[in-house]
């Protein structure tokens, strides 16, 4: 029997994170959890976690919280009865680069579920250490398309998101001649159905109250809003080489159908399993081998149905604006993304109305492509022959900023982009 697999997980005290120690405790026999990472808000739950499975270093992006760490770790081998000296207590390693540094660990896979950009420098790490890199972090894919493309050997990148995962399974079932389009399935959040007036009254507590997924704060906002599905439409085109042209979004309230791929021939390949994400997390982390009973499968004993929509892209114009962002490429899906970001943050502390997150972002987007002062570092748009890491970070910053001027303008005024 060959070794158990070297795991790194940044991000383990999220949602990815907690279902990837999870699948890992089943499994003993296929890995070795040797490596966490978290922001450090939850430093109980990170100790807990690293005395579990006997981690070999933990990494926290807040550098004030490691003497916490250490402290907890004490506590949590004490509570289980070790004598002082027993049990060997992980590595720390704290501050800002600390999850980009445990990227490069000794390890076989690198499970990368941070949120949001501050996952492209462990990205950039993790790909250039080596590691086969199961990739939960959209963001850093999108932000840093042509740099982390420009690293990634073939099947190095195994994706974790359902649809994306969805999508590779689907595609082993032709050669990329054979391919017509790729379809992501959107369940389509909470307000499906709802036209641009409706929408312009959600508050936050509606937004946050996803039908089929329990995710964090910004990942269900993104859902509720569809620019979730815009990000999943870029990322889909630079994972798999497939022209925007060739990639549409249906609405699939069920969630049971993670995404399809279409065949030249006519034929449809679907992936479909109930919305439990320890099946992708799973094949992330074992690819290209299956991990038995890594979630239940579809109960085909019931009668039951899937429903399918077209998209509103009135009432959701996020996939559109991702359309647009993902086609000029280099620096604009950074502007994108860090744009929405902000403007989640701005939506969850009440200054800006919920329609008024893609407003803004499409604002921000427009200035970076047509003409925004090029003497702001990071405004002016770089095409993806060109750009570099600096100028992913400078757009990524100028549009937050950019987003916050915004939003503080409207807010002043009594008005929103």
């Known amino acids: 029997m060959a070794s158990p697999r070297r795991i790194v ?55 004030s919280t490691a003497a916490d760490l250490q402290l907890a770790l004490y506590a949590e081998a004490q509570r289980r009865g070790y004598a002082h000296g027993d049990h060997d207590l992980p590595r720390i390693l704290a501050g800002p680069d600390a999850s980009t540094e445990l990227a490069r660990w000794d ?19 993790a790909l250039g250490a080596g590691r086969t890199l199961a990739l939960a972090n959209k963001e850093s894919l999108i932000i ?72 964090g704060p910004l990942v269900t906002v993104n859902s509720a809003t569809l620019m979730n599905k815009g990000l999943e ?65 579809c109960d085909w004993t019931s009668a039951t149905s899937w429903d399918f929509y077209p998209l509103d892209e009135a009432a959701f114009p996020a996939v559109g604006l991702a359309r647009t962002a993902g086609t000029a490429g280099g620096t604009a899906p950074a502007v994108f993304n860090g744009a929405d970001e902000a403007c989640v943050a701005a939506f969850l502390a009440g200054t800006l109305p919920f329609t ?21 570092s990071g405004s002016a748009w770089i095409d993806g022959n060109n750009v570099g890491l600096g100028d992913v970070i400078s757009a990524d910053a100028w549009a937050r900023r950019r987003a916050q001027a915004l939003v503080s303008d409207g807010t002043r005024e009594g008005t929103h982009a």
């Open 233 to 297: 439409l870029i990322e889909a085109h630079l994972l798999f080489d497939v022209p925007f042209t060739a990639i549409d979004v249906v609405v699939h309230p069920q969630s049971v159908v993670h995404s399809m791929v279409e065949f030249v021939d006519g034929s449809t390949i679907a992936q479909a399993s109930p919305p439990d994400m320890r099946i992708p997390i799973a094949w992330g982390m074992s690819w290209p081998e299956r991990v038995a009973d890594a979630a239940p499968a």
């Open 107 to 125: 390890c076989d896979v690198v499970l990368n579920g941070l949120a949001g950009a501050a996952g492209l420098e462990p990205t950039l790490a």
């Open 356 to 376: 008024g997150i893609v407003a803004t972002v499409a604002r921000v987007l427009d200035e970076h492509l047509h003409g925004a002062s090029s003497s702001d």
């Open 144 to 215: 840093g398309g042509p740099l982390v493309k420009g690293l990634a050997a073939p099947g190095q990148i195994v994706p974790v998101d359902s649809e994306h995962s969805a999508l590779a399974q689907a595609l082993r079932s032709g050669s990329a001649s054979e391919v017509r389009r790729l379809i992501l399935t959107a369940s389509g959040g909470p307000f499906r159905g709802w036209d641009a007036e409706a929408l312009s009254t959600v508050t936050v507590e509606q937004a946050l109250a996803h039908p089929t997924w329990a995710m």
């Open 9 to 63: 997980i940044l991000g383990s005290t999220g949602s990815i994170g907690t279902q990837a120690l999870e699948v890992a405790s089943r499994n003993p026999d296929r890995f070795d959890i040797v490596g966490l990472s978290a922001g450090g808000s939850d430093i109980a739950m990170l100790a807990q976690q690293a005395i579990d499975f006997r981690v070999e270093a933990v990494a926290v992006r807040q550098a």
